[in-house]
DNA sequence: CCTTGACCTTCCAGTTACTGGAAGCCTTAC
DNA sequence: GTAAGGCTTCCAGTAACTGGAAGGTCAAGG
């Protein structure tokens, strides 16, 4: 299999499999024409990258579920651990992403949105309202 | 006053300050030592562009509001077009988090977490379960 | 006057995970 | 033979800082 072929069934682009290769995420052999040659082994090492990155996993999160993946001797707590602490991280970051919506809402709604240059959203930024903020 | 305590009073780190001016977000004066030297009106500024990347606003949207919000000729309906556009933003990165979410929370219910190397997560990245899959 | 510690300066490198583009070789079909 | 498309490497850029090194400045204490 060609980079090409290997990218339409991960589903992650070229340029990402060969970034993978140069971090040592995967391997690649190589034809005798210099091409990367992928075995099926490969491109399923690929496609369980491609699902823990949409997962929001990061490359070193995918580096090690790859290990674990591979060490039959794992303890599925150490799998759980570290996904554990990947949703953790995820339930941070909605927390941060919740509050900033509904503070931009809030003033999205207040702002009359017309010719006229009086603004509640320009007014909470410059720090003129600070009661009203969240 | 000195950057230590426009830091302190803006809630911004004497390093994002220095590199909010190399961007020419905003401007410093300097003493006859070579310091900056700030006035309340950019310790303001500053003030403005801390609350704004808190909200979420990136670098551009900033200097963007920044404008608007010394253009007293502003119509509020670009404000509030530039606010809603973020707020689409986030809306799209909450719905992503949220599905990451609920798969993963899902797969590590399932998971045991014990000694043993079975583990309902590694076989979901595997895709050896692809049903269960949301 | 000297020293010490807390500031301040600039500059360079590193972070995350790719992505775009240039220059150039390889393959396949017509 | 040539044109299209695929492959290669390498370099640069993205966002928004952050860390650290090397060195100048300032105020207080002895």
């Known amino acids: 299999m060609n980079i090409k072929d290997v990218a339409r069934r991960s589903g992650l682009a070229a340029k990402t499999i060969r970034y993978y290769e140069e ?11 210099g091409y990367r040659v992928f075995q099926e082994a490969e491109l399923h090492k690929l496609a369980f990258i491609a699902r823990a990155r949409s997962l929001g996993f990061s490359i070193d999160d995918c580096r090690a579920l790859l290990g674990l993946y591979e060490d039959r001797n794992r303890a599925s707590a ?6 554990k602490g990947h ?11 919740q509050a900033m919506r509904s503070t931009l ?6 702002c009359s949105g017309d010719h006229r240059p009086d603004c509640p ?14």
Do not use: T
């Open 23 to 33: 971090i040592g995420l995967v391997r690649a052999a190589r034809g005798s024409n």
């Open 78 to 83: 150490n799998v759980k651990e570290l996904a």
């Open 87 to 97: 949703l953790d991280c995820i339930d941070r970051k909605l927390a941060e992403l």
């Open 105 to 110: 809402a809030r003033l999205i709604e207040q």
């Open 121 to 134: 959203i320009l007014e909470d930024l410059a720090g003129q309202d600070p009661a009203r903020r969240s």
